[in-house]
């Protein structure tokens, strides 16, 4: 049913909180997993535009997303693939999830309230409203 599992990883805790139910449901559905990192800071919001380097940030974002997959692969077997992109989160992963056809869209809840959300906005609101795939949002630790 799901082939190919999409997980939106933001290097934070929360990631720890989705990753072990996201391994379960792959290795039961035999799915592949496509480990995504939306790089959102300042020079990844205008690297094509000003043809910067990549930064700090965004080496550090690699080194986390493969390590990540490292350990993904060694504990389940799993096929699994990293993509950075660079952009606006929610914008950046409807259109990976469309590039890759994925079955399904993994992300993890911060517990953000009314006006966190309205200063910060929503990935989880946008992606929910857009996305032609189910969600599997697992929420933070209380």
């Known amino acids: 049913m799901y082939r190919k ?76 693939t990293v993509r950075l992109v660079l952009g606006e989160p929610p914008a950046q992963l409807l259109k990976v999830a469309e590039e890759e056809r994925v079955d399904l869209i993994a992300l993890a809840s911060h517990g953000h309230r009314l006006i966190g959300d309205i200063i910060h906005g929503s990935t989880i609101d946008t992606l929910r409203h857009k996305a032609t795939v189910p969600l599997f949002i697992a929420p933070p630790r209380p």
């Open 5 to 80: 599992i999409l997980v939106a990883l933001d290097t934070s805790a929360s990631d720890q909180e989705l990753l072990p139910h996201i391994a379960r449901l792959a290795t039961l559905m035999q799915s592949e997993l496509l480990l995504v990192h939306v790089a959102d800071g300042w020079a990844a919001r205008n690297f094509e535009q000003l043809n910067l380097a990549d930064s700090e940030e965004m080496r550090q974002d690699w080194s986390y997303l493969e390590v990540v997959a490292a350990k993904l692969r060694a504990d389940t077997r799993l096929t699994v």
